[in-house]
């Protein structure tokens, strides 16, 4: 969905934040599609064991279906799943064609009457690969979990790939429901994914409360966006760590020339909280972020990095090129979520300027149009899990 008719389609929160139950090490090689059949069961809507996909706590509630531990597949319902890493869900509710509340809610396959579990695109497989576009690269002491949220679904972090050293991320293109992409919650190093990828509280600084979130998608002319920011629960007034700097940082870098929008980073040898090296704007609850465009053909990491400087590889930049955004503790962050980049003339973005004297990054070629901002998703609030906690407040976007 765009917000206008110049949009070009951006992040929208689901795909696949690559299942990785596996944690396998290094690439992911996973060039193929899950397309198993259907299997159905005479018990009520038990998710398809064999059918390639991954579990999502299998021994709770939700039954290894992507969904709160605490949400049941229920007989007359849309239930998500997870895909292999890199790889997008190809099923979801055929009526739900806009980004809005509740059918935004209607994603993977359909429990029928009878309990049994149906492909709403009998046609389709369960999943494709992405645009490959994107990859999470771990320079930590420490395994890194990136925890992806779940759309059409309930939009919490329930999709989990563990990141020893690279992984895929499933980056989608126009094909993916309401052309909408993929975002991601960033851990700090050491949790594994059981543990990351859940709800959790705002006594810990992961799940929901991670510091750093980042989103992709690719434009129907292959130029992929990546977003990288502040995650805006991080820094509610009521978050207790607000004020703490992370000890590991975040950046996004390209695999040769023609990206734009560098440097695109978060240095915790650098930047306090909430501010970032490179241009920067700010989104939901005064969250600031970057954008960088990747042109058709090329290849961007998403680089988490300990705060000791070990395992950052860009080029440093002066501290005059440091944007700062100061979070008030008045700071609203009931913004409604986007699922497009919207152009930096939009009157709903702030670009926040720099002291620079100089550009942050050479100038990119034609295939590498500007990054323009788009406002960070609205995450999850805890009230908004189910259906029936959810308020219908989704707006048209």
Request: overall charge negative.
């Amino acid at each position: 969905m765009k917000t206008t008719s110049a949009t070009v389609a951006f992040l929208a929160i689901a795909a696949v934040q690559a299942a990785k139950h596996a944690h396998d090490h290094g690439h992911h090689h996973s060039h193929r599609s899950v397309d198993s059949p259907v299997v159905k069961k005479s018990s009520s809507c038990q998710f398809p064991s064999g059918a390639g996909l991954i579990p999502v706590t299998p021994h709770e509630v939700n039954g290894g279906w992507a969904m709160s531990p605490d949400q049941e597949c229920k007989p007359g319902g849309y239930c998500p799943y997870a895909c292999p890493a890199g790889q997008v869900s190809m099923q979801w509710d055929p009526e739900a064609t806009s980004y809005s509340y509740p059918m935004s809610m209607n994603g993977g396959l359909y429990c029928d009457e009878n309990g049994e579990i149906q492909k709403p695109f009998p046609d389709r497989p369960y999943c494709k690969d992405g645009t490959g576009v994107v990859s999470a690269k771990n320079k930590c002491k420490e395994q890194v979990a990136f925890c992806q949220t779940v759309l059409p679904g309930n939009e919490a972090m329930l999709i989990p790939t563990l990141v020893e050293e690279l992984a895929t991320l499933a980056v989608p293109d126009l094909s993916y429901w309401c052309e909408t992409a993929a975002h991601f919650y960033i851990n700090p190093p050491g949790y594994d994914t059981e543990t990351a990828c859940v709800w959790g509280t705002s006594e810990n600084p992961y799940g929901n409360w991670s510091p750093y979130v980042a989103g992709a998608n690719t434009d129907g002319e292959g130029n992929t966006y990546v977003k990288l920011g502040w995650n805006p629960i991080y820094l509610e007034p009521a978050t207790p760590f607000r004020n703490e700097v992370p000890e590991f940082g975040v950046e996004i870098e390209c695999e040769g020339s023609g990206c734009n929008g560098l440097p695109c980073k978060i240095d915790p040898s650098v930047n306090g909280v909430n501010e970032m090296t490179g241009d920067s704007t700010t989104g939901a609850g005064g969250a600031s972020f970057c954008v960088v465009t990747v042109p058709k053909g090329g290849k961007a990491n998403v680089v988490v990095f300990d705060k000791d400087g070990s395992g950052s590889t860009s080029v440093p930049v002066s501290s005059s090129s440091v944007s700062s955004v100061v979070v008030s503790s008045s700071a609203s962050t009931s913004s409604t979520s986007t699922s497009s980049i919207v152009p930096t003339t939009s009157s709903t973005s702030t670009v926040v300027s720099t002291t620079s004297t100089t550009p942050p990054s050479a100038p990119a070629p034609p295939s590498a149009p500007p990054a323009p901002a788009a406002s960070l998703p609205d995450p999850p609030r805890a009230g908004r899990l189910h259906p029936a906690g959810r308020s219908a407040r989704r707006a048209q976007h």
